[in-house]
């Protein structure tokens, strides 16, 4: 006998990726500094432009605090399917396509997860977890929806090498699905 998918990806077993411990350090931690320095200097000068530029400086950090939270899964994967937090289990008979996509941007290569899906999300997910506690709406999230039912996900801020994740995903389809 099998238990139930879980309820959150706290709870989830398997496979899962984090995020990287250095990988969004730098951003977070220079964002709120300079967010907090300008809102001080906007105290102390009385400058409206100021404040609205520390309080965006503030918000950028805030939207981007999860890539510094390295100890919870964000994706993964079990018997049941693919799991991504703010998403949810994603059913293995649900899963066309899993494919890492390259994309050159001036000098950078970034990774990306397409993850194809058969048929409509609302049908594929096992378990629903969009959502989510009010203090965590307005941070970033490790997914995107397209227009053609595919979930993109950018692996750079991940722990683990992007063809590592797509071999080891790929690998438990097969698994799982046979």
């Known amino acids: 006998m099998t238990d139930a998918p ?3 990806i706290q709870d989830a077993s398997g496979y899962t990726v984090r995020y990287g411990k250095e990988k969004g350090q730098f951003r977070v931690f220079i964002l709120a500094g300079a967010g907090i320095l300008l809102c001080i200097a906007a105290f102390y000068q009385g400058s409206e432009i100021l404040l609205g530029i520390g309080i965006a ?5 805030y939207y981007f605090f999860p890539l510094i939270e390295s100890d919870r899964p964000r994706l993964g994967a079990n018997q049941y399917g693919i799991f ?9 008979r649900s899963v066309e396509n899993i494919e890492t996509v390259h ?5 950078m290569m970034t990774h990306e997860l397409q993850i194809k899906l058969s048929q409509p999300l609302e049908q594929a997910l096992l378990a629903d977890w969009r959502k989510m506690a009010f203090y965590r709406l307005l941070m970033r999230l490790p997914w995107t929806m397209s ?3 595919t979930i993109r996900i950018n692996l750079e801020p991940f722990d683990d ?18």
Not at 57 to 61: D, E, I, M, V
Not at 103 to 107: L, P, Q
Not at 161 to 171: A, S, Y
Request: net charge neutral.
């Open 103 to 107: 994309i050159a941007v001036r000098t």
């Open 161 to 178: 090498p992007p063809d590592e994740v797509e071999r080891t995903l790929k690998r438990m389809q097969r698994h799982y699905r046979s």
């Open 6 to 8: 879980a309820d959150d």
């Open 147 to 149: 227009h053609n039912n």
């Open 57 to 61: 400086a503030l918000g950028a950090a």
């Open 84 to 92: 991504i937090e703010g998403l949810g289990l994603i059913g293995w």
